[in-house]
């Protein structure tokens, strides 16, 4: 996610740069209004990966490593052949991510309003 | 009159990949106040070069610019600019890019909104308000970085070919509107483009350059009475002098392309 959001900022078009620094902005300014709204984009792909990631990676960690959590539940469940709590498990899993997943899209249509459609142009 | 803008002896060299590229030589040019100046000629001989040094986005290499008896050492507002890719912030509404410089200068709230506001009526803009940059046009969108740089009240207008990309029914009707404000508020204004008639229907003086080393060719007074017509004889004389200026330079453009292809 940091390294998405350095791109981010590299990738700033001059354009907005020069504009901004023709009326006035500060490097404060140009930072907080300039800077990290044009980077946004990849800032939220960035953020929709890393969480997309880091929940399979809690998951697997509760597998191997702790004796709570989803992910240890079901392990737990297979060793006593109890299959309905696998099969919630998996379910739970599938409709967290699922939740998570839409939960960023959601942030993300709402910060990027201005940005849906440009790249059609 | 005392001049606004001074540019004196301004030269301007770049190096690409180890070789000088000369794009201003020895330009001196003043500008009065309220004057309204078209810089002309092919792409590449150096015009724009010559606004960004103006505005103080590329210093020159020597000479030096002075305005409103301050040298031009980085850009500022108080030299407006547009740009002919419009430049207007997508991430913010129509009023908002509008705001952004006055927000800059700390002024109050309902000082903002009331100057935003008489901006949008003025360019015909009160529909937009709260629209994004993607939702316009191109002749909206450069409506909206006009009022954007009008907003800081900066006396010098600099504009970098900004109706280039336009179909030509919106480009007149932006000439148009431009001329007005010019009158309404008594702007400088330097303006950049490649078109002669263009430039004969804004300009009162037209700055011909040439092609590499770019170097002003013709210094020429439009004297014609405004509004211009296009069509009348006055105009079309002094379109066809241009015309012949200009075209001699880009016939050297021309060669010196064919020159650079057959050497590498």
């Known amino acids: 996610m940091l390294m998405n959001t350095i791109a981010g900022v590299r990738h700033v078009d001059g354009i907005y740069i020069r504009a901004a620094r023709s009326l006035g902005a500060s490097q404060t300014t140009m930072f907080l209004r300039v800077m990290l709204p044009a980077a946004t984009p990849y800032i939220l792909t960035g953020a929709r990966i890393g969480v997309g990631t880091a929940f399979i990676v809690v998951i697997v960690a509760e597998m191997i490593a702790v004796n709570n959590g989803l992910g240890y539940r079901i392990l737990e469940a297979r060793e006593f052949f109890w299959s309905d709590k696998i099969i919630a498990g998996m379910f739970s899993i599938g409709l967290l991510g699922l939740a998570i997943d839409t939960g960023m899209n959601r942030l993300n249509n709402y910060l990027l309003k201005w940005h849906r459609g440009i790249e059609s142009n | 009159m005392q001049p606004q803008i001074q540019i004196s002896n301004v030269s301007k060299i770049f190096s690409t990949g180890g070789q000088e590229v000369i794009a201003l030589d020895d330009i001196n040019l003043d500008v009065k106040p309220g ?35 301050t040298s031009v050492l980085a850009p500022g507002p108080d030299r407006g600019m547009v740009f002919q890719e419009y430049a207007l912030f997508p991430w913010m509404t129509v009023e908002k890019n509008i705001a952004f410089g006055l927000e800059i200068k700390k002024q109050s709230k309902t000082q903002i909104k009331e100057k935003v506001s008489a901006l949008l ?14 939702d316009l046009s191109g002749g909206m969108r450069q409506r909206v970085a006009i009022a954007r740089v009008l907003a800081l009240d900066s006396p010098i207008l600099l504009m970098d070919e900004p109706f280039g990309a336009l179909d030509s029914l919106t480009r007149r009707n932006l000439q148009d509107e431009l001329l007005r404000i010019w009158m309404e508020f008594k702007k400088t204004i330097i303006f950049v483009t490649h078109s002669i008639e263009e430039s004969i229907y804004l300009a009162d003086r037209i700055v011909v350059m040439t092609y590499r080393p770019g170097k002003i060719k013709k210094d020429v007074s439009v004297e014609i009475p405004r509004p211009r017509d296009p069509s009348s004889i006055e105009f079309n004389e002094l379109k066809k002098e241009l015309s012949l200026l200009v075209m001699e330079e880009q016939s050297r453009h021309n060669q010196q392309e064919i020159k650079l292809s057959t050497a590498d």
């Open chain 2, 121 to 134: 009526e003025m360019l015909n803009l009160q529909d937009f308000r709260d629209r994004y940059p993607k």
């Open chain 2, 35 to 69: 004057e309204f100046i078209c810089l002309l000629g092919p792409s590449g001989c150096g015009k724009s070069t010559l606004l960004n040094a103006v505005a103080g986005f590329s210093l020159p290499t020597a000479g030096s610019i002075v305005v409103n008896g």
